[in-house]
Every structure is written in C-alpha cells, then in structure tokens.
C-alpha cells in the first residue's frame, strides 16, 4: 500500500499541478505541501486534506488511508500526466504547448489563454 505521501503525490501529479498551485488552492505555503510529500514529513490536517482531495479530484478516504478507489468517476486514479496530455493532444506540437501551459501558475495561465484568445480572432 502506498504511504499518504505517495498518494499525496500522486493525486497532485495526476491533477497536473505544481507543489506551488496546490499550496495557493490549499492556502499553504509550497514548503508545506513539499513536507507532505515527504516520506517521514508532515501530515497534513483533515481540513487541508479535504481541500487537496476536492482541489484534485480524488477520494478523501483514499488519499487519508489509501483504501477504496482513488478517483470517483473512474474508480482509479487517471494515468501520469504526460499520458493524460498525450491523450487530448491531436498533434506533437499540442503535446507540447499542453504539457507547457499546464506547468504555469495560474496568474500566467490566465494570460496565456488570453493570448490564444487573441491570436484566434
């Protein structure tokens, strides 16, 4: 059985999110999520580990005791991020541009989409 780290870990990868954009959904600081992914480092409170599960989509009794399925809709967790980008992408250049938009912050993926918003008019 995986450790609350592991799966910590996991579910934000899976999600497609940095240690940096889970701690401003959570209201932590990025060391904070950085120790609970940490084998012997902290473990976050209950109320924390309910805003990571909603924040990315899995069950909380999965990601606190690592029992039941991992995410609701597919009763598993999604595959690792590149295989979720690779899916949605029609081409290698979608890859790409997926796989970076989805490494920015939030402020910059804001702009970034603004951007695309433009350039398609």
């Not at 995986?2 to 910590?8: A, F």
């Not at 209201?27 to 012997?40: D, I, L, N, Y």
């Amino acid at each position: 059985m995986q450790s609350m780290c592991d799966r910590i870990r996991r579910a934000r990868l899976t999600a497609g999110l940095s240690q940096t954009q889970l701690a401003l959904h959570c209201g932590v600081r990025r060391s904070a999520v950085a120790q609970w992914e940490r084998e012997g480092g902290t473990v976050p409170s209950v109320q924390h580990l309910s805003k990571l599960a909603i924040v990315t989509q899995v069950h909380f009794e999965w990601l606190a005791t690592g029992r039941g399925p991992g995410r609701p809709d597919d009763g598993d967790l999604a595959p690792p991020e590149t295989a979720v980008v690779e899916a949605a992408a029609r081409n290698p250049q979608e890859n790409a541009i997926l796989t970076l938009l989805r490494r920015l912050p939030p402020r910059k993926r804001q702009v970034a989409h603004a951007i695309i918003e433009m350039l398609t008019e």
